[in-house]
């Protein structure tokens, strides 16, 4: 039995569609990772985070996902939270080694280690690669950061070191100068990123614009409204902004005292009236605002305020909202998401443990020694022989199932 479903919006005329009790109807406005193909003209933005530094489960803090039709795939800020959002889009690891950071807040790069190692660890068989602005002086800039994470987790990969495909592991910066101003910082493929200043909290902060195909996306990552964003963001197919929490729910919500929420709420940040502002000089096809806690008792709140200084398209960001753009149409949905991720498909074939020649390497780089990335006689010397033979089983299973060899540790 066929019924017919009328849906109208304000801005299509109605349409009829076939309806089915037991036949799918099409589509609605849910993305479904990994059941619709990319346009070889269109871009797909997806919203990994939308939240704040104060991390909560309903938003992790900044992060966007950008893929292109030509394959490509880039990821701008990576904040607090935001690598299970991306884990969640079953995306092969692969395809994610791009990453942009605006800025070294933690909830613009406090998800870096986790795709790093976890992406590692999930299956990317090629060095993770992050670009990242100078600093006001060098131990400030991102390449300084960079090296100190590889330096906070030495002892993680000194423990993976040989026992795993390491080239996941290799995790490479880009530094560039800050002050450029639309200056290139990746040409490749058709597509390219350029960065300008940000004004945000010190020296250092950039935005970035991606521009492929004719199509041209925008990122403030964290700033001020500044002259630099007015003019390399104007015509933004997708420009998406911080907005801030308004001042009067950083009071009541967040404990600041009225000082603090003016200066924070209007002078680091941008304020939701700004952003509305920032909006009407650019004229995007779609403004995108993120950066506060949109709840049932703020989201109202915020599009008030940008709606006293801006009338255009608009996107209230949450985690999850996915952008289809092409030329003709920029269409918005949010994504349903499988949280249980296991990993994504392998691209390409799995290497063996490197052993030695994998230590010795990482001795090279890192300065640890390679007798200290295995155990000790000592260790050793506490392992229980009783679990011996439950373990063996598990070897003899896997050479029934599998019709091959496989010695047992110390076996000959
Ligand atoms: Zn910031
Ligand atoms: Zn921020």
Redesign the pocket.
């Known amino acids: 039995m066929i019924a017919v479903l009328a849906i109208s919006s304000l801005s299509e005329p109605a349409f009829a569609q076939e309806v089915s009790p037991t036949e799918p109807f099409g589509e609605r406005d849910t993305y479904y990772p990994n059941t619709e193909a990319l346009g070889k003209d269109e871009m797909r933005v997806i919203a990994c985070g939308t939240g704040m530094p104060t991390t909560r489960a309903a938003q992790a803090a900044a992060c966007f996902l950008v893929e292109l039709g030509n394959g490509d795939k880039f990821i701008f800020d990576i904040g607090s939270g935001s690598a299970e959002r991306i884990s969640s889009l079953q995306i092969p690891y692969d395809y994610l080694d791009k990453v942009f950071i605006g ?1 070294l ?1 933690a ?2 790069f406090g998800s870096l280690a986790e795709l790093w190692i976890g992406g590692a660890l999930m299956g990317r068989q090629k060095p993770l690669r992050v670009w990242g602005p100078s600093g006001p002086s060098e131990e400030l800039g991102t390449a300084a950061a960079i090296e100190a994470l590889k330096m906070v987790y030495r002892w993680d990969l000194a423990g993976r070191v040989g026992l795993v495909d390491f080239r996941g592991y290799d995790l490479q910066v880009n530094e560039f100068d800050y002050k450029g101003e639309n200056a290139v910082v990746y040409e490749e493929d058709g597509v390219t990123i350029r960065s300008w200043p940000a004004i ?2 010190l020296d250092g ?1 950039v935005s970035f614009g991606l521009e492929w195909n004719g199509l041209k996306f925008v990122f403030s990552s ?1 700033t001020y409204p500044n002259n630099w964003f007015n003019e390399y963001a104007k015509d933004a197919d997708l420009a998406i902004h911080e907005c801030f929490v308004a001042v009067p729910s950083l009071v009541a919500k967040m404990g600041f005292t009225p000082e603090q929420a003016l200066l924070v709420g209007t002078q680091i940040h941008t304020a939701p009236e700004a952003f509305g502002k920032v909006m009407s000089e650019i004229e995007p096809r779609m403004a995108v605002a993120y950066h506060f806690f949109k709840d049932f008792d703020t989201t109202a709140e915020v599009y008030s305020r940008i709606r006293t200084t801006y009338e255009g398209p608009l996107s209230l960001a949450e985690d999850f909202m996915v952008w289809n753009i092409t030329e003709d149409e920029i269409r918005v949905r949010l994504a349903v998401v499988e949280e249980a991720t296991w990993a994504p498909p392998l691209t390409g074939e799995a290497q063996p443990p490197g052993g030695d020649a994998d230590r010795e390497a990482f001795s090279d780089s890192s300065g640890v020694a390679v007798e200290d990335m295995i155990y000790s006689d000592f260790i050793l010397g506490g392992s229980w022989d009783g679990v011996e033979d439950a373990l063996r089983g598990v070897y003899k299973e896997a050479e029934e199932k599998l019709g091959q060899t496989f010695p047992y540790p110390g076996d000959e």
């Open positions: 800025h807040h909830d613009h945000h909290s902060p964290d």
